[in-house]
């Protein structure tokens, strides 16, 4: 016992040795093979996020992406490119270093590890409209395309503007209920993009009454409102379900018969969130 | 003198167990206490290991106050054999028996060829050497109560404390325990102080007897001097005879409930 | 006998090793077994002419090896937390979370990452929240200066509900990108692993556990009843309070750095209960080996049985764990209630 014990302490003391002292010379290694020019743009790019991806896209440097987020999906030449982890959760870094990458778009909490690789990186905190407008045109900075940039959120800008002056004639604002995913009474709220583009189209939205972008509304909440629109999204709830849920027939939206599904992507971080502010005012003040 | 008991009274929280309990302990002594249950025998044994602190009055060990002790240095002293052992779990014989040895022992010391020694001749004189690799939940019961013994004897104490030993053994087995015990203190030195149920088997092993009843001490000093069938009748509550067999041990025979 | 059980732990060592090399070698990198030999040799000191590509050496000596060696340190000492507490308590259910350190670590953490803080402040957050809980707990199981095991576990368990509410009201506030990463925290894993959080974590847990070690006289005794203890010469409340404070260490700087990775704390004990016994002698290292050898070969299997997707640690080990158990318990027929 004494003799392993001995043998056991003495190469643990060792290896750590060893180990702690090379580390020491690792710390600020550059990773890359072959360094790249602090002038040139990043051709190299992981995208961890669905709305980086589809703004690169956009901005026509698809091309230059390596990675992707796991459950991207727009535009279709994403099934090509490797799929590497997601912004949130985890993402395997040996996939990631393979790729040598000169640049990682992530969320902000996973910048911190990528650095340690001496990777560039830009990490995501996108909540509001304004958010958008603001990650396109850094994505467009960093990767030289500020001018296309800066064009895709005039051209939304505008979009938008056409609805707002259209949507401001009107006096009376529906009562906007917005179930998000498959939870019942989960809606978004002030600070949340999907608010922008309710208010934007001309409705009110009823999470905004509460506090936090992510609220969940109680039942009586929501039939005491009463709204006039509910908007769902894609994977939640069925139009039908939604009609059959308890004491719901109450309300105006379902005896109207103004529900609306809507896909993932309507609430995304993308310059396709507008086409949610057209269909929104579309559905809210010129379909019967 | 070893253990003087001077004006002991014990409380527990307004329940009083014990009250004016005064007596000495001779070394190389085999003492029984005996009494009706609920006397506060137990609670007077955990009185002298310090488990218990007395409400007022004071123990000495070997002439030093029982407060001044750490409990450390009174395992060295005294060993404990418990009514109830738990044996639940996965130690072997000498694992368990070794346990005694942990009073001597400081911080980063280990245990060395000299405890392994005690330990195994304790193990012997309590005859279960044999069984020193089996899993103590393979024991019988008399077996397990062995083990504790051996157990208490390898904390190498002057004095050992038995709460009820004979409980759970059969009457062969009763005799050689107690038979044991007397070996023990002839040969080895120890002072023996042990609760008993059984009358008889205190007259017949003990040099002394203390009959505790009611929260006092009704009597203390050697069997023939003390017992006698009026003193019986008012702690047991039980009439009896009592009469010396051709050997001369005095013997006990109950008649009747009174 | 005592030959014997030496011998298990000399062979839990040699698994730990071999499972050590087997690790270091897996992963979505295409290197081959020579080239991580040749540069670990060239790390210790020896074959100085590597010639290895860089990316060799970036990825084994910082993407996998502080992964694997943060496994083995948080391993054991769950293992031994959950051994010390099992023993504590005299219950087959304690673990390492049995004093409400999981919920306060949770909290700590969903603060921390709530408010923006950086990895390390959510570490360190975890950390003190652990602590704070740990504390919290102590004091409302403590009746006339007397910690009463019962009360513990039942405070323990109260503290727990509570921190855990909180953690659901603060996931209610958080945006969508927070609460995941808050949820993912919580599920434990250790693909933030990083030579930072090796430096701070090996000297505590290294001394802690071999601190507890020196305390098995005190952990078999207190086994036994507290008459028995006591007579043994076991200050009981001294004592319980001492390997309380190192546990809850231990869990601390554990989960700060991983997150709550379930299991291993309980079931690594009582595995190696069955094999090499209760004596604490070899129990606290044959656990501590135990959770090291769990704990990696889970971590390894989590990072490379399906790419890119990381399998969270916790459903590693319990489905590795619990069949293992069950398999050995039957083989046990006299087991009931057996520490």
């Not at chain 3, 670990?40 to 990316?55: D, R, S």
């Not at chain 3, 652990?130 to 513990?152: C, D, G, H, M, W």
């Not at chain 3, 595995?271 to 070899?282: C, E, H, Q, V």
């Not at chain 3, 656990?287 to 299997?301: K, N, Q, R, V, Y």
Request: with cysteine; aromatic share 10%; net charge positive.
């Amino acid at each position: 016992m004494k003799k392993i014990k001995i043998i056991y302490i003495v190469s643990i003391l060792f290896i750590s040795f060893n180990l702690i002292k090379c580390n020491l010379n690792q710390n600020k290694k550059n990773i890359r093979e072959g360094k790249s020019n602090k002038n040139e743009y990043p051709k190299r790019i992981i995208s961890l996020t669905t709305a980086a991806t589809e703004i690169i896209f956009e901005l026509g440097a698809g091309d230059r992406i390596v990675g992707v987020s796991s459950n991207s999906n727009y535009p279709p030449e994403v099934s090509k490119i490797k799929k590497i982890g997601s912004s949130y959760g985890s993402v395997n870094i040996e996939m990631v270093l393979s790729l040598k990458p000169d640049l990682i778009i992530c969320s902000k909490s996973q910048t911190e590890i990528f650095k340690e690789y001496g990777i560039k990186t830009y990490g995501t905190t996108t909540c509001t409209l304004n958010d958008v407008y603001k990650l396109i045109l850094e994505i467009g900075e960093i990767i030289g395309k500020s001018s296309e940039a800066e064009k895709i959120v005039t051209l939304m800008k505008k979009r938008i503007n056409e609805i707002v002056e259209k949507q401001k004639r009107f006096d009376k604002k529906p009562l906007v209920y917005f179930e998000s995913g498959k939870t019942f009474g989960k809606t978004r709220g002030k600070g949340s993009l999907t608010n922008d583009l309710i208010e934007l189209a001309g409705g009110k939205n009823i999470g905004s009454e509460l506090v936090g972008a992510f609220p969940i509304l109680s039942n009586e909440f929501i039939i005491e409102k009463n709204p006039d629109i509910i908007i769902v999204e894609e994977y939640g709830a069925s139009i039908d379900e939604i009609k059959k849920r308890e004491a719901w027939h109450k309300i105006k939206a379902v005896q109207k018969n103004k529900i609306l599904k809507v896909p993932i992507y309507y609430t995304n971080y993308t310059p396709r969130c507008v086409e949610a502010i057209e269909a929104f005012y579309k559905f809210f003040y010129e379909e019967k | 003198m070893i253990i003087k008991v001077n004006d002991v009274s014990f409380k527990y929280d307004s329940d009083v167990i014990l009250e004016n309990i005064s007596f000495e302990i001779q070394d190389k002594e085999i003492i029984s206490i005996i009494g009706p249950n609920g006397a506060g025998k137990t609670t007077l044994l955990k009185c002298l290991y310090k488990s218990l602190k007395p409400k007022t009055g004071s123990i000495y060990l070997f002439n030093k106050n029982l407060n001044l002790y750490k409990q450390k240095e009174i395992a060295k002293k005294i060993g404990l054999v418990p009514q109830n052992s738990e044996h639940n779990y996965f130690f072997t014989v000498e694992e368990a028996v070794i346990m005694g040895r942990y009073p001597h022992h400081k911080k980063f010391s280990k245990e060395t060829k000299e405890d392994f020694e005690i330990a195994k001749r304790n193990m012997e004189l309590t005859d279960i050497y044999k069984l020193k690799d089996k899993y103590i939940t393979e024991l019988s019961g008399g077996e397990f109560q062995r083990l504790i013994i051996a157990r208490a004897l390898t904390q190498t104490p002057t004095i050992l404390l038995f709460d009820e030993p004979t409980l759970h053994l059969d009457l062969k087995h009763q005799f050689e325990l107690l038979e044991l015990l007397k070996r023990l203190v002839d040969e080895n030195n120890i002072t023996i102080l042990m609760v008993l149920h059984d009358i008889n088997l205190a007259v017949r092993f003990s040099d002394k007897i203390l009959i505790l009843s009611n929260k006092k001490i009704i009597a203390y000093g050697e069997p023939e001097k003390i017992l006698n069938v009026e003193i019986i009748r008012n702690v047991f509550g039980v009439e009896v005879e009592i009469n010396k067999s051709k050997t001369g041990i005095l013997n006990i025979f109950p008649i009747k409930a009174v | 006998m005592k030959k014997n059980k030496i011998i298990i732990i000399e062979l839990l060592f040699i698994i730990l090793i071999i499972v050590f090399f087997i690790s270091i070698f897996q992963g979505y990198s295409n290197i081959t077994y020579k080239e991580v030999i040749k540069l670990l040799l060239n790390k210790i000191g020896f074959y100085n002419n590597a010639n290895l590509p860089e990316y060799v050496e970036t990825i084994i000596i910082i993407v996998r090896l502080p992964r694997i060696i943060l496994a083995i340190l948080i391993g054991a000492a769950l293992a031994v937390s959950g051994c010390v507490m099992q023993g504590i308590f005299r219950n087959v259910m304690a673990g390492p979370y049995t004093t409400g350190i999981a919920s306060g670590a949770s909290f700590g953490a969903a603060l921390f990452i709530n408010f923006g803080f950086s990895l390390k402040f959510v570490t360190a957050g975890a950390f003190l929240f652990s602590i704070f809980t740990a504390f919290f707990v102590y004091l409302l199981a403590v009746k006339n200066s007397y910690l009463q095991k019962e009360r513990l576990i039942l405070s323990g368990m109260v503290i727990s509900l509570f921190f855990s509410s909180l953690v659901s009201f603060i996931q209610y506030l958080s945006s969508d990108p927070n609460l995941r990463e808050i949820i993912f925290w919580i599920m434990g894993g250790f693909w933030k692993a990083n030579w930072h959080s090796v430096k701070i974590v090996l000297p505590i847990i290294l001394i802690l556990i071999i601190l507890l070690n020196t305390y098995y006289r005190e952990l078999n005794a207190l086994l036994l009843s507290e008459e028995e203890a006591k007579s043994l010469g076991i200050n009981c409340k001294k004592v319980r309070m001492i390997i309380l404070i190192f546990s809850s260490l231990l869990t601390a700087s554990a989960v700060s750095v991983s997150g709550i990775i379930a299991f291993i704390g309980l079931i690594c004990p009582h595995i190696m209960r069955l094999i090499i016994g209760s004596d604490n002698k070899y129990l606290l290292i044959a656990s501590a080996l135990a959770g090291s050898i769990l704990l990696l070969i889970t971590d390894t299997l989590s990072r490379s049985i399906v790419y890119p997707v990381e399998i969270p640690v916790g459903i590693l080990t319990s489905l590795l764990g619990v069949p293992f158990f069950i398999f050995l318990l039957k083989r046990h027929k006299k087991s009931n209630q057996i520490l």
